[in-house]
């Protein structure tokens, strides 16, 4: 099979300078073929098949959708209360920068190595199109890269609300194993690269900056009448998140 070049890389504008840590030294190498995580990763793919056509495999296919709407739409819930990007640009801003970092990292770690996604290796179903994700590698993940952002992020922002809202940013990341369109060693290295990068962009005066903003929006928002997301939507989601 004919492999992609390199990804193209994000835009400029995070809290980190480019190389500021080197992820690369600190994340696992991608398993190699045969080896006991490559062993896992293939286990579990074949196990996660059975999910086909649950709720829990509708709650994956929607996850892959990561535009500003849909992921406040993901975290909804976890929040309590239901946001556009235009009712919190601040709050929006600061995600967006934060996961720009992350990025930097995931894409250079997926063009060194090149893995292949797990339907490439064993026949099987997966929740989204094909032709989605044409040829991208799969190691590390990068859906579960700004799950794991917005969830370290959010829960700074609003830390009452820290373990709803990290179960939700984990289960984004769950959501691409259940998918069937990343490895679960692949959505395990992205979640050691956000923490390790998050690290230190919230170490900088910026980040501060921005963290001090974002609280005083979301107060802003709660404050005023605003929309709570349905508590028969909620509890369905609180369900699929604890599924094994």
């Not at 090149?114 to 490439?120: A, H, K, V």
């Not at 997966?126 to 989605?132: A, K, L, S």
Request: glycine share 8%; proline share 8%.
């Amino acid at each position: 099979m004919s492999q992609a070049g390199p990804a193209a890389r994000p835009p400029p504008g995070g809290y980190l300078a480019p190389g500021a840590v080197d992820m690369m030294s600190v994340m696992p190498p991608a398993p190699k073929q045969g080896d006991a995580r490559d062993e896992a990763d293939r286990r579990i793919f074949r196990e996660t098949r059975a999910l086909q056509g649950s709720a829990r495999w509708a709650m994956a296919a929607d996850d892959a959708e990561l535009g500003s709407a849909a992921m406040l739409r993901h975290f909804a819930c976890s929040l309590d209360i239901a946001l556009a990007p235009a009712q919190a640009p601040r709050i929006v801003a600061m995600l967006q920068k934060a996961t720009r970092d992350g990025a930097q990292a995931m894409l250079k770690a997926k063009d060194i190595y090149q893995r292949q996604r797990p339907y490439q290796v064993n026949e099987g179903p997966i929740c989204r199109p094909r032709e989605e994700l044409g040829n991208s590698f799969d190691y590390p993940s990068g859906h579960s890269l700004a799950g794991w952002t917005w969830g370290l992020v959010l829960a700074q922002v609003v830390p009452e609300r820290a373990t709803q809202i990290l179960l939700r940013g984990r289960s984004i990341g769950d959501s691409r194993v259940v998918c069937g369109v990343h490895n679960a060693s692949a959505v395990e290295a992205s979640r050691l690269l956000t923490g390790g990068t998050m690290a230190l962009a919230m170490a900088t005066p910026a980040y501060q900056e921005d963290l001090a903003a974002a609280r005083a929006e979301f107060a802003m928002l709660r404050a005023q009448p605003h929309v709570r997301p349905a508590p028969e939507q909620c509890a369905e989601e609180a369900r699929l998140i604890a599924m094994p």
